[in-house]
């Protein structure tokens, strides 16, 4: 929270002549009001009651901090309510269902309600938020998801608990029912979600938003959706922060796996907020108990190949779950919340969180540090009676803000490359980044860097009357042990023409640039900044590039590179760059033309699809043929299998990668999501090689 401080001093009529002639002094004072919970308990567990501010110690970085005020919650009735007669509430005025008389759905989006100073509704109360992810089809994880809220409703709520509902779908966050302790109206918005009557959807993912002609607009970023769900939990973050209680937020997902795509920076900056705004999270798995299938189960056919029998199968697939439950462990740990995975009752995880709170004082002191330079801020709360045997819980720091204001040229590099620093990342503007490795030498790699960034930032940038956008792109790759192997600095001009306009919702810009490594892992940070209003936003992963020369049973390959067109370099929209590459061709450009990744995986139907590969025979004498197709799965079945491709010519001098092209029509593919697989076979040397990619199909 920043308070902010005017004093004007006026000078009276007698000198008002002096006035005129000298200038007006004018004096500003900042300062900074930090809210923080702090949990006192005696050696037995039980709470600590009485303790005032001068009973308080508060220091910030090591310095004293001067003690605002202190105030004690009390959450002693927590005796569980009975249970209703019927999770149905009845029927609500219509005012409370968000319709007005006529019957038309309102507006106005309702949000969290933050009451005015010395409003006492949330003293000695438990505050409980509900996030249910919709984003996906209506399913058995979200039926699971209403059934542990009504549960938890219907004989757990207690007296102390003030519970609020909120829904992420559509790539928006939207609060349904604001703090309330009426079970009623909290299990009317349960069947209403439910039963899908919402107003805002019925909860099927909507491809209707997705309106370019290329797939290519701000619709795709809501897909594979990782990163964006991260972001939903920071912006339900952001509308508790004016509330000084604590409050624990339980979040309802079947899934929240961040793999190779998605942003560790959102990850970061999530925790972060949370951490600011005293919320503590606890990631639910809606999916409940998982049984895993190897050979199939009633709801999927068998995979068929061998690895049902070896156990790959197996593997893979707890692998997969291992990942998908990491996510959970590692946000709820961050925040102090508690995950729960693995549970069928639902209404754990919200009685979890509920417990988590005990009896704590509020505590809210003016900071000394007033710069918003977004560093690390190390609190430490204890007793002025130092011989008191009591136990203190408090979050142990927090990020400050980051402000960025115009600078002179040398502040901005230098403000810029602060903020690649920064352990708190900036993710004001939204980012797509791909990936990709193909083998020059025998021992190099180049790594193209395939990068997206919205229309909206264009639109956002002709709507100040602005007649260009300028983006700076900074990048730097670092390897397992820290050290900085490659990095980048440079800048984007779009100009905002009248031609351009009418693209700037349908195309994001999309910037290129490449590095070449050796085998090993690596950690990339992309951070763009706008160079006219100071927005940044920053994409973070990790990636791995193999030892290609070390493959001894199947057919070397490298990343596969989806993409929907191909343009001419110098095409307007999008800049392309390229570095240690230049001298010996990009790999995805041909005849003047290159192929656009795909970076988030949406291809239009109406709209080929361009796969680019290279295949490496390294120790063959003369180059061997090549066949190569792929296979479109939905639901675990076949849906489409492209005809296959032969590939005799086209080998490299040098590293010996065969370049393997395919334009794959999809027009006879039905929307939605999809897994794909591409398949390369050696038939002379008897080795194949698979890659697989989730993809999503729009009209």
Request: proline share 5%; net charge neutral.
């Amino acid at each position: 929270m920043m308070l902010r401080l005017l004093l004007v001093i006026a000078l009276g009529a007698p000198v008002l002549a002096a006035q005129q002639s000298a200038p007006q002094v004018t004096f500003r004072a900042s300062t900074k009001l930090i809210v923080t919970t702090v949990v006192v308990r005696n050696p037995d567990g039980t709470p600590v009651e009485g303790l005032t501010a001068d009973d308080f110690v508060v220091t910030e970085d090591k310095e004293p901090q001067e003690i605002a005020f202190v105030e004690y919650q009390r959450l002693d009735n927590l005796t569980p309510l009975p249970p209703m007669q019927t999770l149905k509430a009845a029927a609500l005025p219509a005012e409370a269902q968000g319709v007005n008389a006529g019957g038309v759905s309102s507006i106005v989006t309702p949000g969290i309600t933050v009451p005015p100073s010395g409003d006492g509704r949330f003293r000695n109360r438990r505050l409980i938020i509900l996030l249910f992810d919709l984003s996906d089809s209506y399913n058995a994880a979200q039926e699971r998801m209403f059934t542990g809220a009504s549960a938890y409703l219907d004989g757990q709520m207690t007296e102390a608990d003030l519970v609020a509902i909120l829904t992420y779908r559509g790539g928006a966050v939207r609060v349904k029912q604001d703090f309330t302790d009426d079970r009623r109206a909290l299990a009317n918005v349960i069947d209403v979600l439910a039963n899908g009557e919402d107003a805002d959807g019925d909860g099927v993912l909507d491809f209707q938003d997705f309106s370019s002609a290329f797939g290519q607009n701000d619709g795709e970023f809501n897909v594979f959706s990782t990163d964006r769900k991260l972001a939903a939990l920071q912006t339900a973050v952001a509308m508790l922060r004016p509330l000084p209680e604590q409050k624990s937020l339980v979040f309802f997902t079947p899934s929240l796996s961040v793999n190779g795509t998605d942003n560790n920076a959102q990850m970061r900056a999530t925790t972060n907020a949370a951490i600011r705004a005293n919320v503590q999270i606890f990631p639910v798995d809606a999916r409940g108990l998982v049984a895993m299938a190897p050979l199939g189960n009633a709801n999927q056919r068998s995979p068929g190949g061998i690895g049902m029998f070896t156990g790959a199968l197996a593997k893979q697939q707890v692998a997969r779950l291992q990942r998908s439950q990491d996510t959970f462990y590692a946000l709820a740990k961050d925040t102090g919340g508690r995950a729960l995975v693995d549970y069928n009752d639902l209404s754990l995880g919200i009685r979890q969180a509920a417990e988590a709170q005990s009896s704590y004082y509020i505590l809210a002191f003016y900071s000394t540090h007033t710069a918003n330079d977004g560093k690390y801020r190390r609190i430490q709360v204890r007793l002025k009676d130092g011989t008191r045997q009591v136990a203190l819980t408090h979050r142990q720091g927090y990020f400050a803000d980051k402000e960025w204001k115009q600078q002179n040229g040398v502040e901005r590099e230098r403000q810029l490359e602060e903020a690649l620093m920064l352990e708190n990342p900036i993710t004001d503007i939204t980012i797509a980044l791909e990936l990709n490795y193909f083998q020059v030498t025998r021992p190099e790699y180049f790594v193209p860097v395939s990068a997206k960034i919205p229309g909206s930032e264009l639109e956002l940038a002709r709507r100040r009357g602005a007649k260009g956008l300028t983006l700076d792109v900074l990048v730097e790759v670092k390897d397992s042990f820290g050290a900085t192997q490659r990095n980048m600095r440079d800048r984007i001009e779009v100009s905002l023409t009248a031609a351009n306009a009418e693209r700037l919702i349908t195309q994001p810009v999309q910037y290129d640039t490449g590095f070449t490594l050796l085998p090993g892992k690596y950690m990339l940070k992309f951070l763009v900044r706008d160079a006219e209003v100071g927005r940044i936003g920053t994409f973070q992963t990790s990636f791995t590039i193999p030892n290609l020369n070390r493959e001894p049973t199947r057919l070397p390959i490298s990343s596969v590179v989806l993409g929907s067109q191909r343009l001419t370099v110098n095409e307007a929209i999008y800049n392309v760059k390229t570095t240690d590459k230049q001298s010996i061709g990009h790999p995805l450009i041909e005849s003047g033309r290159k192929l656009l990744p795909s970076v988030t995986r949406v291809f239009s139907a109406s709209r080929d699809m361009h796969v680019y590969l290279e295949a490496y025979e390294q120790y063959a004498e003369t180059q061997q043929p090549l066949i190569a197709f792929a296979t479109f799965y939905r639901e675990g079945a076949k849906a489409y299998e492209s005809q296959p491709v032969t590939v005799t010519t086209g080998v490299h001098r040098t590293s010996k990668a065969i370049p393997v092209r395919m334009t794959i029509p999809l027009e006879g593919l039905s929307p939605g999501r999809y897994d794909w697989q591409v398949t390369v076979i050696d038939p002379t040397g008897r080795k194949a090689a698979f890659w697989q990619t989730a993809i999503a199909i729009v009209p």
